[in-house]
């Protein structure tokens, strides 16, 4: 059964640092390009960033560019966020995602992604 689970979410003070982990099961998390969204109360979901299969590409939201690292671990089938510097403006419920398509790569768009996972809540606040 195809499934993303996300974890790794928390309270954390402004300049603080966090790892999401998005762990992937039913499928090889190589095979597919992953990305990381995420939506804060009363907004539209919006794409962080994004890594290409097999890990040859990646694109990053300008707000996160040089804070914000996405990397994969093909052994534990999972793809990880790391994230530096946070602001309160980071604050909201960051979600994993895969498209239908092996051959779909590397995008932030919301619409280009079929499979979410539940999400984990990330607050920046002092």
């Known amino acids: 059964q195809l499934q993303l689970v996300e974890s790794g979410g928390g309270l954390v003070q402004p300049g603080g640092s966090l790892r999401l982990s998005c762990v992937a099961s039913g499928f090889t998390v190589d095979y597919y390009a992953i990305g990381w969204f995420r939506q804060a109360p009363g907004e539209e979901r919006e794409g962080v960033l994004c890594i290409s299969r097999r890990g040859g590409n990646t694109d990053y939201a300008d707000s996160v560019k040089g804070r914000f690292t996405v990397s994969r671990d093909n052994a534990e089938n999972t793809v990880y966020l790391q994230m530096h510097s946070l602001k309160p403006e980071d604050t909201g419920v960051y979600y994993c995602?895969?498209?239908?398509?092996?051959?779909?790569?590397?995008?932030?768009?919301?619409?280009?992604?079929?499979?979410w996972g539940q999400g984990t809540q990330v607050t920046v606040s002092s």
């Open positions: 995602a895969r498209p239908k398509s092996m051959l779909t790569g590397c995008s932030r768009r919301v619409y280009e992604y079929d499979y």
